[in-house]
């Protein structure tokens, strides 16, 4: 498997790729996935935006350990396949979450990518009603700011649309309760790399529970790690308010 380069400099300007380049990294980006535990069966998806109203993705149905360059498909802003499908892919399909991918889209043009994955972890303190939303670990305040839950939604549904509003325009990684995860970024691997901060969060957070609880950073110590976001230009408004809020840092959010 030939590596792609990727780079984690937030300001960083977008690569430019040609299909074929996308193709291999989305690949490259379930193998990884898959060998990680994040996904199983035929969990989880990804895609990249290629144009505004043109998007590659991963079918339904594939293990993604297993899935191959030419296996993926390419969609339109509705979900529909584009163009003809031949051969041995001819009954290919998007997978049934797209929607929640197209919608991540169009809240965040921004974005290159989106990842959707089942993180076991993060899924299962999502259901015993403990939050990664916790000024816990300095890495996630500086890379990620927080990482919110939603509200439940019926995996597969329109409802998955609603319950990441308001949420993913300020933040690039969500835990969606009792399903999985969604992380986004300028390409497949950043978003990946994102997921794997998501759950090593939440593994570090459920060995927290099990010695006792969290023991949240001191307010000062949060404080500059969000001084430092903001000197960044990476702290919005609704982070600003969510980690006054969580860490007692009002006086750096100016809320």
């Not at 498909?73 to 163009?83: C, L, M, P």
């Not at 939050?131 to 996630?140: I, K, N, T």
């Not at 978003?191 to 969290?214: C, D, F, N, S, W």
Request: net charge neutral; aromatic share 6%.
């Amino acid at each position: 498997m030939s590596l792609i380069r990727y780079t984690t400099d937030a300001k960083a300007p977008p690569v430019r790729r040609t299909e074929q380049e996308w193709r291999r990294e989305i690949t490259q980006v379930c193998q990884l996935m898959w060998q990680k535990d994040y996904v199983a069966a035929t969990d989880g998806n990804v895609s990249v935006r290629l144009s505004p109203d043109r998007f590659l993705v991963t079918p339904s149905g594939f293990s993604k350990g297993f899935i191959k360059p030419s296996d993926l498909i390419t969609i339109d802003d509705k979900g529909e396949i584009i163009g003809p499908v031949y051969g041995a892919n001819r009954h290919l399909r998007p997978s049934s979450e797209i929607l929640l991918h197209l919608e991540a889209y169009r809240r965040r043009p921004d974005i290159a990518s989106v990842v959707h994955a089942h993180p076991p972890t993060a899924i299962a303190l999502s259901i015993a009603g403990i939050p990664l939303a916790r000024c816990l670990l300095p890495e996630v305040i500086l890379t990620l700011g927080m990482i919110p839950t939603t509200e439940y939604a019926t995996p597969a549904s329109a409802e998955g649309t609603k319950v990441i509003a308001g949420l993913i325009e300020s933040y690039d990684a969500l835990v969606l309760k009792r399903h999985g995860s969604i992380t986004v970024g300028k390409d497949p691997m950043e978003a990946y790399l994102k997921l794997e901060k998501l759950e090593h969060a939440a593994m570090i957070t459920r060995t927290l529970v099990q010695l006792g609880g969290p023991a949240p950073l001191p307010t000062e110590e949060a404080a500059k790690l969000v001084e430092w976001r903001a000197g960044k230009g990476l702290l919005n408004d609704k982070q600003a308010d969510d980690l006054c809020e969580a860490c007692g840092v009002c006086h750096i959010t100016g809320s």
